[in-house]
Nanobody
Framework: VQLQASGGGLVQAGDSLMLSCTAS???????MAWFRQAPGKEREFVAY????????YYADFVKARFTLSRDNAKNTMYLQMNSLKPEDTAVYYC??????????????????WGQGTQVTVSS
């Protein structure tokens, strides 16, 4: 599976962006997630979609602002980001793994990564 993330850009605080992550192959039986990495910081979990029941989980700092969705027919995952804050500035990465019960918030549990898309939020 190869992943391609897109949709980043430069916005002002309070604006919205939608990121997309398209897989080259089918994402059948794959969990998918978004992570982000700010300069000088470690990669951190943002949101997760579990294969099968479609349950989604979010990091506390994005709850009620970000929404993850999947279109399995298009092999695409989205991250709708609203009410963006300067602290949301980071490179956003999409990730995928074969469906697992292991900790979804750990980057090392994912086998496939997109190249990242830059999101910059000005104050």
């Amino acid at each position: 599976v190869q992943l391609q993330a897109s949709g980043g850009g430069l916005v002002q605080a309070g604006d919205s962006l939608m990121l997309s992550c398209t897989a080259s192959g089918r994402t059948f039986n794959y969990d998918m997630a978004w992570f982000r990495q700010a300069p000088g910081k470690e990669r951190e979990f943002v949101a997760y979609s579990r294969w099968g029941n479609g349950n989604t989980y979010y990091a506390d700092f994005v709850k009620a602002r970000f929404t993850l969705s999947r279109d399995n027919a298009k092999n695409t995952m989205y991250l709708q980001m609203n009410s963006l804050k300067p602290e949301d500035t980071a490179v956003y990465y999409c990730a995928a793994r074969i469906a697992s019960v292991s900790n979804y918030y750990l980057a090392q549990s994912y086998n496939y990564w997109g190249q990242g898309t830059q999101v910059t939020v000005s104050s």
